[in-house]
C-alpha cells in the first residue's frame, strides 16, 4: 500500500541498456526516464504519476533473470505519500494539481516575487541514481518521538483474539508521513510471549509487554483506522462530544492452548509517556498557516514539509553563566514575516517546542483510556 512498483521489460533497442546507460529523474508528482546516450527517453515512463511521491525515499534498479542474463527490467520503487491504493501508476487527465498558478488576486496573497522565491524543491526534477539508499534507517526518520505522535493506548481481548489500539494525535501523523510512508513509521516485534512497539527509523520504543498467555505471531496483521475515544484521559482540553481520532490497530490471534479470557493481556505491560488528546486547529486557520508556510503549493504535503526544514537557516548556541541559561538563537527565513503579515498570522502559531528530560517508562498490568 505504500509503495508502487513499476517493472518495465528492456526488450528491443533498449536490451543493451544498463544501469549505467539509464538517466531516472524524478519529482514529487513526475517521472522522466531517459537514455544517457542521448538516443531519447523511455516514453512509457516519462509521465504524471497517480498522486504524491516521496522522491528522496523512491529508488531504481536494473533487475536480470537468473535464468537469461539477456532478460532484463528497469524496476522503480515509488515510495507514496500518502497511504492508499492507486487505480493506475499515472495520474488521469490533464488538469494536474501541481500545474496549477498561484495569483495574487487580493492582499491575503503574496505577491508573484515572493512566491517565485519560494519555489518548492521537490516540485523540480531531482536525478535519482541506481540502487536502493544505503543508511535506509536514517532516510525514514520521522525526527518525532512517540509523546508527539501517540495519545494513548487501549487494550482488549476475546475469546481468541487480542487487541492493542495505539492512539495517535493527526496533526503529528500527518507531519511524520509527510516525511515517511505511514507503513514505514511504526514497526513491532511479535513472539509468542511477548509485544515491542516501536518507531521504526528512530527506534523510539512506544510499548513492550509479556502476555498472559500465547499468541501465533505469524497471524498477527495490523491496521490505520479511524476510532472514537469514549473515555479521554484527565485533562484532555477536547470540546467535541463525539472525538475521534487516527489509531495503530494491531490484532493478535491467541494459540489454542491460550484460548478464553486472560483477565489481564499483559502480565507485565510498560509505555512511554503520551501526549494528551486535543481538537484539530479550525479549517480557515489551517489554510492561512498552509499559504505562509509554501504559498505556491498550499495543499502539497511533501513540499510543506520540505519548507519547514528550510525555514531554519542557522542555528546559535550560547551560555549565561550568571543566569544559568542556555541559549539557543534560530535565524528564520527573511520572507517569512511578510507571509505572516499578508496571511494575519502571528509567527509564534507556526512554532511550539517541547522541553523535557530523556525518555522515561511507566509500569503497567492493563491500560484502558
Same mark, same amino acid.
Given at each position: ?260 479470557? *486472560? &483477565? !489481564? ?7 512511554? %509517556?503520551? $501526549?494528551? +488528546?486535543?481538537? #484539530?486547529?479550525? *479549517? &480557515? !486557520? ?7 508556510? %509554501?504559498? $505556491?503549493? +498550499?495543499?502539497? #504535503? ?68
Amino acid at each position: 500500500m505504500g509503495r508502487m512498483v513499476l517493472t518495465y521489460p528492456l526488450r528491443d533497442s533498449h536490451m543493451d541498456l544498463d544501469e549505467d546507460d539509464i538517466k531516472v529523474e524524478m519529482s514529487c508528482w513526475q517521472l522522466l526516464v531517459s537514455r544517457k546516450d542521448g538516443k531519447g527517453k523511455l516514453s512509457d515512463l516519462c509521465k504524471e504519476v497517480y498522486d504524491d511521491i516521496l522522491r528522496d525515499l523512491s529508488w531504481w534498479k536494473v533487475d536480470k533473470a537468473e535464468s537469461n542474463p539477456q532478460d532484463k527490467a528497469l524496476i522503480i520503487y515509488l515510495a507514496k505519500a500518502r497511504h492508499r491504493s492507486w487505480a493506475s501508476p499515472w495520474y488521469p487527465g490533464a488538469l494536474n494539481p501541481h500545474k496549477k498558478s498561484i495569483f495574487g488576486w487580493t492582499e491575503r496573497q503574496a505577491p508573484k516575487g515572493v512566491l517565485k522565491g519560494l519555489k518548492i524543491d521537490v516540485e523540480s526534477f531531482k536525478n535519482i541514481e541506481p540502487g536502493e539508499p544505503e543508511d535506509w534507517n536514517h532516510e525514514i526518520s520521522t525526527a518525532m518521538t512517540p509523546e508527539q505522535i501517540c495519545t494513548g493506548i487501549t487494550v482488549s481481548e476475546s475469546e481468541s483474539l487480542v487487541q492493542l489500539v495505539i492512539h495517535l494525535d493527526e496533526e503529528a501523523l500527518e507531519s511524520a508521513t509527510a516525511r515517511v510512508p505511514l507503513e514505514e513509521v511504526f514497526a513491532a516485534d511479535i513472539s509468542a510471549e511477548m509485544l515491542s512497539v516501536y518507531l521504526r527509523g528512530d527506534s523510539f520504543s512506544i510499548c513492550a509487554g509479556r502476555f498472559s498467555g500465547k499468541v501465533v505471531p505469524e497471524k498477527s496483521n495490523w491496521q490505520i483506522s479511524s476510532v472514537r475515544r469514549k473515555s479521554l484521559p484527565e485533562g484532555c482540553t477536547v470540546k467535541s462530544p463525539a472525538f475521534y481520532n487516527p489509531a495503530l490497530r494491531i490484532i493478535l490471534s491467541k494459540a489454542k492452548e491460550s484460548f478464553g479470557n *486472560w &483477565d !489481564e493481556v499483559f502480565q507485565e505491560f510498560q509505555c512511554c %509517556s503520551f $501526549g494528551l +488528546p486535543r481538537d #484539530r486547529i479550525e *479549517w &480557515d !486557520e489551517r489554510v492561512r498557516r498552509c499559504s505562509v508556510l %509554501s504559498p $505556491g503549493c +498550499p495543499n502539497n #504535503r511533501v513540499g510543506k514539509a520540505q519548507r519547514a526544514r528550510d525555514l531554519l537557516k542557522k542555528v546559535e548556541t550560547s551560555q549565561d553563566l550568571l543566569l544559568n541559561r542556555v541559549i539557543l538563537l534560530f535565524h528564520l527565513e527573511d520572507k517569512l514575516l511578510q507571509l505572516c503579515d499578508t496571511h494575519k498570522l502571528h509567527l509564534h502559531d507556526l512554532f511550539s517546542m517541547r522541553v523535557r528530560s530523556p525518555l522515561h517508562f511507566h509500569a503497567s498490568r492493563y491500560i484502558c483510556l
